[in-house]
């Protein structure tokens, strides 16, 4: 006889982070999905244009993968909050702590390449014994540009660029949400390197440029078009290259918490894999 009596909870079987993620419908009212694994997702606009709520809904697709470890970044501690029993590692306003978890990101880094070299492979396989990582920030302005001081913020962003640039190849995904990505906030050269963008509603032409790459107002393509209402709503680059407006798939406080400790009960079910281990070993 079990000696678990209390209520079973029926384990469906969980997605996997290697897969195209749902972020929500296209214009024809068209499911939307986008690879993340292997690439990296910058998102802006003004504040309540919802580019917050889609961080939450490629978190909570990741906290569903079975093959995922999450380290989440929140200055706010509430945007991405409900999600800490989710994560290895869930950072709030310590800048400190961000760097220092940014440089352990570089270390298992370091340690993958090592692998790829010895197995004579060119990145990581779905197959391999390291799950990915995915790096999720929410407000990047405040780890890089409000909260300590100007070496502290720079950093980070150094941090951060080297990351995006090499994490790819070894799983690592960052995702990451801030209002306005200006050379301010994220240095050009880092902003430059996220494959994909999601422009929520803007207050003008000038910061949807900003988000989605410069030139794509003169071919007709602005956020600032966008209904102020329509919150969620916005211009995604994703594989074909072009922006495409899609509205974003939407998480109730409610839906998150019922997401969030389903998730954490199944990862808590679940052995610890080398992802976990590699990324909480090196302190």
Not at 4 to 29: A, H, K, N, Q, R
Not at 197 to 219: E, Y
Request: net charge negative.
């Amino acid at each position: 006889m079990s000696p678990f009596t209390g209520p079973s909870i029926p384990v469906g079987s969980l997605l996997s982070f290697f897969d195209p993620l749902f972020l929500g419908i296209d214009e024809f009212g068209q499911p939307v999905y986008l690879p993340l694994a292997f690439r990296n997702i910058l998102m802006g606009g003004e504040p309540g244009a919802g580019k917050s709520s889609l961080l939450n809904t490629v978190v909570g697709t990741a906290t569903l993968c079975d093959d995922v470890n999450l380290c989440l970044f929140d200055g706010t501690q509430v945007d991405l909050g409900l999600w800490e029993d989710c994560a290895d590692v869930f950072v709030g306003p310590d800048l400190e702590l961000a760097i220092l978890t940014l440089e352990r990101l570089q270390v298992v880094m370091d340690n993958r390449y090592k692998f790829l070299r010895s197995v004579r492979q060119q990145r990581i396989q779905p197959r391999d014994a390291f799950g990915a990582i995915l790096l999720a920030i929410d407000e990047i302005a405040y780890y890089s540009a409000t909260a300590g001081d100007e070496k502290e913020q720079k950093r980070f962003s150094v941090l951060l660029r080297d990351i995006v640039a090499r994490g790819r190849k070894v799983a690592v995904t960052v995702a990451g949400a801030t209002q306005r990505p200006s050379s301010d906030i994220i240095p050009p050269s880092l902003r430059d390197i996220f494959a994909w963008r999601f422009a929520g509603r803007c207050t003008n032409d000038v910061s949807s440029d900003i988000i989605l790459g410069h030139g794509w107002v003169k071919k007709g393509y602005s956020s600032n078009t966008v209904d102020p209402d329509n919150q969620g709503c916005g211009y995604l680059i994703g594989e074909r290259g072009i922006p495409m407006l899609v509205k974003a798939a939407y998480l109730s406080n409610d839906d998150i918490i019922r997401v969030a400790d389903y998730a954490a009960w199944v990862r808590r079910t679940r052995t610890a894999d080398n992802a976990t281990t590699d990324l909480r070993a090196v302190a």
